[in-house]
């Protein structure tokens, strides 16, 4: 079965400092793995995603992430933060037996503080 | 272009009322999806239709919940006798096709608050 674990529920950061939002996966199979950002009473957005092709994915507004199958790990990173940055973050997985639904995980809540 | 549009935006009714939920995805989209956001539970899945498929139903937390996909466009979420414990945030997604690295395209949402 496949899940993901979002090991921070709040994560609050100064404006212009790093950003690292961590995401832990389980897979039966070569996953395929997104991340989405919901900002207050918005819908959800994606980031980025990974399909096997590069292990290192850039997205929108300067956020990357790094697929490491040893340590099953997909985590988001931003050099510097932006206060536009505050919003809920979301850690997904795919489902690869035939309905390829969404299975999220819990959130992250990032905060930016001036 | 359009996006995935969700009507009502907001909808308050009250314990017992039957509701339904509309989805119009992105023009040409085959997949579509519900999911639900609540407080205690997260984003969790509740049924997809692919094409003239069967839709995969697995999701539904109750035969209270159905859902249909007229033409292979517009989507509809019933809840009948809704009860306080179905308020949340009810969204829908649709995506190009059936592949495990399709994205998903969100709508805005629809806020279910049952008094």
């Known amino acids: 079965a496949q899940s993901v674990t979002q090991l921070d529920s709040h994560v609050s950061v100064s404006e212009g400092t790093p950003v690292l939002l961590r995401c832990n996966y389980s897979s039966s199979y070569s996953p395929s793995l997104f991340w989405y950002v919901q900002h207050p009473n918005k819908g959800l957005q994606l980031l980025l995603k990974?399909?096997?092709?590069?292990?290192l994915v850039k997205g929108i507004n300067g956020f990357e992430a790094e697929f490491k199958k040893s340590e099953t790990s997909f985590h988001l990173t931003k050099p510097s933060a932006h206060m536009s940055d505050a919003a809920e973050y979301f850690c997904?997985?795919?489902?690869?037996?035939?309905?390829?639904?969404?299975?999220f995980g819990t959130g992250t809540r990032l905060k930016v503080l001036a | 272009g359009a996006g995935v549009s969700q009507s009502p935006s907001n909808k308050v009714t009250e314990k017992g009322k039957d509701v339904e939920l509309r989805c119009d995805p992105i023009?040409?989209?085959?997949?579509l999806y519900w999911y639900r956001q609540s407080l205690g539970q997260g984003l969790e899945f509740l049924i997809y239709f692919q094409g003239n498929s069967a839709p995969d139903k697995s999701g539904l937390p109750s035969d209270r919940f159905s859902a249909e996909r007229t033409g292979g466009s517009v989507s509809t979420l019933t809840i009948q006798r809704t009860q306080q414990e179905d308020s949340a945030v009810y969204l829908c997604?649709?995506?190009?096709?059936?592949?495990?690295?399709?994205?998903?395209?969100f709508g805005p949402g629809t806020r279910l608050t049952v008094l």
């Open positions: 990974y399909t096997s092709a590069a292990t």
């Open positions: 997604a649709s995506s190009t096709r059936q592949t495990l690295h399709n994205e998903q395209f």
């Open positions: 023009s040409g989209h085959t997949a």
């Open positions: 997904v997985v795919s489902d690869p037996t035939g309905t390829y639904k969404y299975i």
